[in-house]
């Protein structure tokens, strides 16, 4: 039997979503406990993709198999029971045994906050503390150029050597909070993501709005696909999974 999940975690005190030897990792606590449920008989779970330490993520997906036909509800309640507090089953439903979280998807949404007022120490792990104004104009225009089937070759990890780095970013987009207009929250739908992609736009996005560089230089990073045209990585905190779309 083929169970889908989505849950949420804060991922401040993990070393990342994916299980690694002898490190606290999201993967590892999940598998941990759902062994437990199973009658100690070792269960993988596989997500739709990874996140780095300190990333959050408010709709993970994944998927796993049990011999057992066991009520969603129930299984979620057991899930939660044992789980630490800062990761949450949100949904468990059965689906076909050909299902894939991963391969399945055909978008995924992450967002990335900002504080551009005054330092917040109570939001420190989670949005990340910038304090200073930025042209939020010239970021909206260099988030558009972004859009559609593009070369990122320039926004990921450089040791990662892949045969494709063409992926296809839906939509792009800068909003301000409702409730607090220093917080900016930028969007980013995408068929796929290379590691440190979503992190490293925000970077240039940064420069861009510190006048640093202007939005036009987008077209021009893209076309050099080398790693060091695009400039910092921004931090993990400030970077959430949002959703997953099938």
């Known amino acids: 039997m083929r169970y889908f999940m989505t849950f949420s975690y804060d991922g401040t005190g993990y070393k990342g979503y994916q299980k690694q030897p002898g490190k606290k990792t999201i993967q590892r606590e999940l598998e941990k406990v759902l062994t437990k449920i199973n009658s100690n008989q070792d269960v993988t779970i596989t997500a739709t993709g990874r996140t780095d330490a300190g990333v959050h993520a408010l709709n993970q997906k994944a998927h796993f198999d049990l011999d057992k036909d066991l009520d969603e509800e129930k299984l979620r309640d057991s899930f939660n029971k044992m789980l630490p507090d800062d990761i949450y089953v949100k949904k468990i439903?059965?689906?076909?045994?050909?299902?894939?979280?991963?391969?399945?998807?055909?978008?995924?949404?992450?967002?990335?906050?900002?504080?551009?007022?005054?330092?917040?120490?109570?939001?420190?792990?989670?949005?990340?503390?910038?304090?200073?104004?930025?042209?939020?104009?010239?970021?909206?225009?260099?988030?558009?150029y972004l859009e559609g089937e593009h070369n990122f070759k320039s926004f990921t990890k450089t040791d990662e050597e892949k045969e494709d780095y063409v992926r296809t970013i839906i939509q792009a987009t800068l909003t301000r909070e409702v409730k607090n207009v220093n917080e900016i929250v930028?969007?980013?739908?995408?068929?796929?993501?290379?590691?440190?992609?979503?992190?490293?736009?925000?970077?240039?996005?940064?420069?861009?709005?510190?006048?640093?560089?202007?939005?036009?230089?987008?077209?021009?990073?893209?076309?050099?696909?080398?790693?060091?045209?695009?400039?910092?990585?921004?931090?993990?905190?400030?970077?959430?999974?949002?959703?997953?779309?099938?």
């Open 93 to 144: 439903e059965k689906v076909k045994d050909d299902f894939h979280a991963r391969f399945d998807a055909k978008a995924k949404e992450y967002i990335y906050k900002i504080n551009v007022g005054e330092y917040n120490p109570i939001e420190k792990n989670y949005v990340y503390q910038y304090n200073k104004r930025l042209d939020i104009t010239e970021m909206e225009r260099a988030l558009k």
């Open 186 to 246: 930028i969007s980013i739908i995408g068929t796929g993501f290379l590691r440190y992609m979503v992190r490293n736009i925000v970077g240039l996005l940064i420069e861009i709005g510190e006048g640093k560089r202007k939005s036009g230089e987008v077209f021009d990073i893209l076309k050099e696909e080398d790693r060091t045209k695009a400039g910092k990585t921004a931090p993990a905190n400030g970077l959430y999974l949002k959703d997953v779309f099938y």
